[in-house]
């Protein structure tokens, strides 16, 4: 492993908590709607679940087995630990002072009550007395401790009540367990469809109807999270499949990472659910307020659009019509020349699906060929890939079951794919496939064409609503080739490592991101510009730093985690790095090299600048040498960089500060009006 500098670096998990801080510093903008604020608490929640499962618990089997090492920035593990502890307890004391101080009570404001059920009248406490009877009751199950009964297994993410009860006849007090279930809604809406009242508290109202007999002493709630990161060991005569349907069973008996209690919670209840579930004192969080915020997101589907953000559809780009309807021979529209598309601006559903819908109608079609990551559970996409095969078309789907916690999900649609004759394989041994790249092969004339999609964002129509996502469509034959020669690579047992016009990992990207780099340290005006969702390489940030140090002007847009100190003078005053956080999640990645006035090298693709992506993962990028579309390229990446409304700069020692408005733009805004702009252009 080569030695790097740990002065030179930013610790990973630190810098991607810092941006969880920039996620909760949205749910209290008073300039956002107070819905799309209930909402960013919730993703702060839910984004700290996933690091808990993940991160903190890849950290603590590190310190369990012994494993001596570190990161670039040289912490060691018990040490990132330590600090991960004291900065999610801040974070957690925040969004506890903010839920409880401001949001509840604006939310009170607008009708939308939090309510508790001790407070509610007569007519209310009916209500949810039948809810409970009708609704909650059949579902639940209480657990028992003792001799006879083994402390039962607490299942990852679950809400829980311990319930302590005791015997009246003989004074024997005993413990028990209470899961809240969670096929039902977090909260409970009474009547007026504007109060809520927690689910736990309508079962701690009738706990005794769970205990008949006994003496309820007490009741507190507790959520467990578990190690949920899945290592899959792979060999070229396994069956993955069937390995990984295994690990996510085995998901639900991973080691506890965290615990989540009030404060109040007594002693010695503490005490056993610590002994009992293996947890030690630092996996223990005290959270006042409700815990398992992520249930906030229920109250996002309320009819209330005066609390929401005006919804943007996205537009249909020019080129493909005037309105999502409009039927155009997309096939044509592409041999024309390449087209790129920014979702959410652009739509999703005008641009992407019809491609491969019409490619699974079209007789002249002869084989479409996608890698699939992420996709939704009723996917347009899947639908026309199914009616395809059963057209007779030659439909082959890289489906990649790795995708954390999408295992299940991709592994219904690989088996729903296969029984409808499609050709579904998994992908490379020992690699992860990320790319996002579609292919249709069409008759035409004495030949065939080879129309491609290359992307940034997953195939799904319900994420493309929200990620920030680019993509090019184009018939170029190099291009097509390329495409052509990766997916029998991917499919088969091609060797393949060199492309005509791809970069692709893991061998390709790294060394072509960094020739270009050194290429623009070596001019007099050289200027880098890169947008990407996380910055972690140390080679590439070495490589970065030495072009700086040659006076080239780097700026970097990264929406999460970067390792990277910039300004430091001697090794990175020339490297600006700014974050946008809002409405929309900025995905893309975006790699421009060179000056205005002179020759610039645009790609775009699935990888960030990560070890995972450049090394351990089969990644494309893509060159963009359309004139059009560098100049849409130029035109996204000035309105991200003049933004002063969502972005934060990045400081030498690792904290973010948010931009003082100036001239007022925001980003997100600025986009929609363009793409409108664009729209209404061609009316």
């Given at each position: 492993?080569?030695?790097?500098?740990?002065?030179?670096?930013?610790?990973?998990?630190?810098s991607?908590?810092?941006?969880?801080?920039?996620?909760?510093?949205?749910?209290?903008?008073?300039?956002?709607?107070?819905?799309?604020?209930?909402?960013?608490?919730?993703?702060?929640?839910?984004?700290?679940?996933?690091?808990?499962?993940?991160?903190?618990?890849?950290?603590?089997?590190?310190?369990?087995h012994?494993?001596?090492?570190?990161?670039?920035?040289?912490?060691?593990?018990?040490?990132?630990?330590a600090?991960?502890?004291?900065?999610?307890?801040?974070?957690?004391?925040?969004?506890s002072?903010?839920?409880?101080?401001?949001?509840?009570p604006?939310?009170?404001n607008?009708?939308?009550?939090?309510s508790?059920?001790?407070?509610?009248?007569?007519?209310?406490?009916?209500?949810?007395?039948?809810?409970?009877?009708?609704l909650?009751?059949?579902?639940?199950?209480?657990?028992?401790?003792?001799?006879?009964?083994p402390?039962?297994?607490?299942s990852?993410?679950?809400?829980?009540?311990?319930?302590?009860?005791?015997?009246?006849?003989?004074?024997?007090?005993?413990?028990?367990?209470?899961?809240?279930?969670?096929?039902?809604?977090?909260?409970?809406?009474?009547?007026?469809?504007?109060?809520?009242?927690?689910?736990?508290?309508?079962?701690?109202?009738?706990?005794t109807?769970?205990?008949?007999?006994m003496?309820?002493?007490?009741?507190?709630?507790?959520?467990?999270?578990?190690?949920?990161?899945?290592e899959?060991?792979?060999?070229?005569?396994?069956?993955?499949?069937?390995?990984?349907?295994?690990?996510?069973?085995?998901?639900?008996?991973g080691s506890?990472?965290?615990?989540?209690?009030?404060?109040?919670m007594?002693?010695?209840?503490?005490?056993?659910?610590?002994?009992?579930?293996?947890?030690?004192?630092?996996?223990?969080?005290?959270?006042?307020?409700?815990?398992?915020?992520?249930?906030?997101?229920?109250?996002?589907?309320?009819?209330?659009?005066?609390?929401?953000?005006?919804?943007?559809?996205?537009?249909?780009?020019?080129?493909?019509?005037?309105?999502?309807?409009?039927?155009?021979?997309?096939?044509?529209?592409?041999?024309?020349?390449?087209?790129?598309?920014?979702?959410?601006?652009?739509?999703?559903?005008s641009?992407?699906?019809?491609?491969?819908?019409?490619?699974?109608?079209?007789?002249?079609?002869?084989?479409?060929?996608?890698?699939?990551?992420?996709?939704?559970?009723?996917?347009?996409?899947?639908?026309?890939?199914?009616?395809?095969?059963?057209?007779?078309?030659?439909?082959?789907?890289?489906?990649?079951?790795?995708a954390?916690?999408?295992?299940?999900?991709?592994?219904?649609?690989?088996?729903?794919?296969?029984d409808?004759?499609?050709?579904?394989?998994?992908?490379?041994?020992?690699?992860?496939?990320?790319t996002?790249?579609?292919?249709?092969?069409?008759?035409?004339?004495?030949?065939?064409?080879?129309?491609?999609h290359?992307?940034?964002?997953?195939?799904?129509?319900?994420?493309?609503?929200?990620?920030?996502?680019?993509?090019?469509?184009?018939?170029?034959p190099?291009?097509?080739?390329?495409?052509?020669?990766?997916?029998n690579?991917?499919?088969?047992y091609?060797?393949?490592?060199?492309?005509?016009?791809?970069?692709?990992?893991?061998?390709?990207?790294?060394?072509?991101?960094?020739?270009?780099?050194e290429?623009?340290?070596?001019?007099?005006?050289g200027?880098?510009?890169l947008?990407?969702?996380?910055?972690?390489?140390?080679?590439?940030?070495?490589?970065?730093?030495?072009?700086?140090?040659?006076?080239?002007?780097?700026?970097?847009?990264?929406?999460?985690?970067?390792?990277?100190?910039?300004?430091?003078?001697g090794?990175?005053?020339?490297?600006?790095?700014?974050?946008?956080?809002?409405?929309?999640?900025?995905?893309?990645?975006?790699?421009?090299?060179?000056?205005?006035?002179?020759?610039?090298?645009?790609?775009?693709?699935?990888?960030?600048?990560?070890?995972?992506?450049?090394?351990?993962?089969?990644?494309?990028?893509?060159?963009?040498?359309?004139?059009?579309?560098?100049?849409?390229?130029?035109?996204?990446?000035?309105?991200?960089?003049?933004?002063?409304?969502?972005?934060?700069?990045?400081?030498?020692?690792?904290?973010?500060?948010?931009?003082?408005?100036?001239?007022?733009?925001?980003?997100?805004?600025?986009?929609?009006?363009?793409?409108?702009?664009?729209?209404?252009?061609?009316?």
């Open positions: 492993m080569e030695a790097f500098n740990p002065d030179h670096f930013l610790n990973r998990e630190l991607w908590l810092g941006f969880n801080r920039r996620v909760l510093s949205l749910a209290g903008r008073p300039d956002f709607p107070l819905l799309e604020q209930v909402k960013f608490l919730a993703i702060w929640a839910s984004n700290l679940d996933e690091f808990f499962q993940v991160r903190v618990a890849g950290l603590k089997e590190q310190v369990a012994g494993v001596g090492l570190t990161p670039p920035d040289g912490i060691t593990p018990s040490q990132q630990l600090a991960i502890r004291s900065e999610v307890e801040v974070q957690y004391e925040a969004i002072k903010q839920f409880l101080s401001e949001v509840a604006a939310l009170a607008e009708g939308i009550v939090f508790d059920y001790s407070t509610l009248d007569p007519d209310d406490k009916e209500y949810l007395d039948h809810q409970f009877r009708e909650v009751y059949p579902v639940l199950t209480p657990l028992a401790v003792d001799p006879s009964h402390f039962p297994y607490i990852n993410l679950s809400l829980n009540m311990a319930v302590v009860v005791r015997n009246p006849e003989t004074g024997l007090t005993r413990f028990a367990r209470v899961k809240i279930p969670p096929i039902l809604p977090r909260f409970v809406v009474l009547p007026d469809l504007e109060r809520f009242v927690p689910l736990e508290q309508v079962i701690e109202a009738h706990m109807a769970l205990f008949p007999g003496e309820v002493l007490g009741q507190d709630a507790f959520r467990v999270t578990r190690n949920a990161d899945i899959v060991e792979e060999d070229e005569g396994g069956d993955l499949l069937m390995a990984l349907e295994s690990e996510l069973t085995q998901r639900r008996f506890v990472v965290r615990l989540e209690v009030h404060p109040d007594p002693d010695e209840v503490l005490d056993l659910l610590m002994r009992e579930m293996g947890a030690s004192e630092d996996d223990v969080y005290h959270i006042e307020g409700p815990l398992d915020l992520a249930g906030l997101m229920g109250l996002f589907d309320l009819e209330r659009p005066e609390l929401k953000f005006e919804v943007f559809a996205g537009v249909t780009p020019a080129r493909l019509g005037s309105s999502p309807g409009e039927h155009v021979d997309m096939f044509h529209v592409i041999k024309q020349g390449d087209l790129l598309t920014h979702h959410p601006y652009d739509s999703f559903g641009s992407v699906e019809p491609f491969l819908e019409r490619a699974a109608r079209d007789p002249k079609v002869l084989a479409i060929k996608v890698t699939l990551y992420r996709t939704s559970s009723d996917s347009p996409i899947m639908a026309s890939l199914i009616k395809a095969a059963e057209n007779g078309k030659q439909v082959a789907a890289l489906v990649e079951l790795k954390r916690f999408d295992e299940e999900r991709n592994i219904e649609w690989a088996q729903r794919l296969e409808s004759g499609v050709h579904v394989t998994y992908g490379v041994v020992g690699l992860k496939t990320h996002k790249l579609a292919l249709v092969v069409r008759r035409e004339g004495v030949g065939v064409v080879r129309y491609a290359i992307g940034t964002g997953n195939y799904n129509e319900k994420t493309a609503r929200t990620y920030e996502d680019v993509g090019m469509f184009t018939a170029d190099e291009i097509g080739a390329d495409l052509s020669d990766l997916f690579y991917l499919t088969g091609s060797r393949q490592t060199t492309y005509k016009r791809l970069a692709v990992s893991p061998t390709g990207i790294r060394s072509r991101l960094t020739e270009l780099i290429d623009e340290a070596s001019r007099s005006d200027h880098i510009t947008k990407m969702n996380s910055l972690v390489d140390a080679a590439m940030i070495e490589s970065l730093y030495a072009a700086s140090q040659a006076g080239t002007r780097v700026d970097l847009i990264v929406r999460g985690i970067c390792c990277l100190r910039p300004g430091v003078e090794m990175s005053e020339n490297i600006r790095v700014r974050s946008l956080v809002g409405r929309y999640l900025e995905h893309s990645r975006i790699y421009r090299f060179g000056s205005r006035g002179r020759t610039r090298h645009y790609y775009i693709g699935s990888a960030d600048l990560m070890p995972r992506n450049l090394d351990r993962r089969v990644e494309a990028l893509a060159p963009i040498t359309d004139p059009d579309l560098q100049f849409r390229v130029d035109e996204v990446l000035d309105v991200l960089l003049a933004d002063d409304n969502l972005a934060w700069v990045l400081r030498s020692d690792g904290t973010w500060e948010r931009v003082s408005p100036s001239a007022g733009v925001d980003a997100h805004i600025a986009l929609q009006e363009l793409a409108r702009a664009r729209a209404s252009a061609v009316l």
